[in-house]
């Protein structure tokens, strides 16, 4: 196949079926349409609430240990308040 008989064949095919979604078919709703009629619902005013909770042995340089993830956060704690964890053993 030459490369202007596959420009010639890609050219029919996006004649035929590249905007389909555009013009409905055989009087059913085109996809634009069905789209217009069910638009996205607006994001969250908050986050989806989700906790994790580990028991993780803590090294003395306050490093935790998550195999086979990689991490990297913040652990923000504001003083006076309850302590984020007691290890005591």
């Known amino acids: 196949m030459t490369v202007e008989q596959a420009q010639q064949l890609l050219d029919s095919w996006c004649a035929k079926r ?16 069905v789209a217009a009629a069910e638009p996205l619902r607006p994001a969250p005013a908050l986050p989806f609430p989700a906790t994790l909770a580990l028991t993780r042995v803590v090294s003395t340089q306050a490093l935790v240990s998550f195999p086979r993830l990689t ?9 006076p308040s309850k302590p984020v964890h007691k290890c005591c053993h």
Request: glycine share 16%; proline share 4%; net charge negative.
């Open 18 to 33: 590249g905007d389909n979604g555009c013009a409905p078919a055989d009087g059913k709703a085109s996809v634009i349409t």
């Open 71 to 79: 991490i990297q956060g913040r652990i923000d704690h504001q003083l």
